[in-house]
């Protein structure tokens, strides 16, 4: 989702109760709107694939975690970043499909 300039089509993957969005606690849904909003407009030029295969652990309440190794090239005219991030979420199984409850990166 992260390649679409559709922030909605992002935070659609969202719960409608994110308890944690990379350190911020409770965001309402216009905050992430804004957050990838700006995102989009910072790097207008995105690529994303898994460097490595997903490490899925069912947890205690129910839900997943999901460790992902995601590598990354973006770009803004000749601003360029690349390399490869740890993407920690936790995915509950919700009458609307899968959707993110936190989301953190290391």
Known sequence: ????NESS??????HSRVEDYYGTKFPSRDALL???????RRWPQR???L??????TPQ?????????????EVSNGSKR???VATSIARVANTPNGLK???????
């Open 1 to 4: 989702s992260g390649q679409v």
């Open 9 to 14: 089509a992002c935070v659609d993957f969202m």
């Open 34 to 40: 804004r957050d990838r909003s700006n995102y989009i």
């Open 47 to 49: 690529r994303y694939w």
């Open 51 to 56: 460097a490595e295969k997903p490490r899925i």
């Open 60 to 72: 205690n309440d129910g839900t997943f975690q999901v460790v992902s190794k995601v590598g990354y």
């Open 81 to 83: 970043a690349s390399g």
């Open 100 to 106: 993110i409850v936190a989301i953190r990166e290391k």
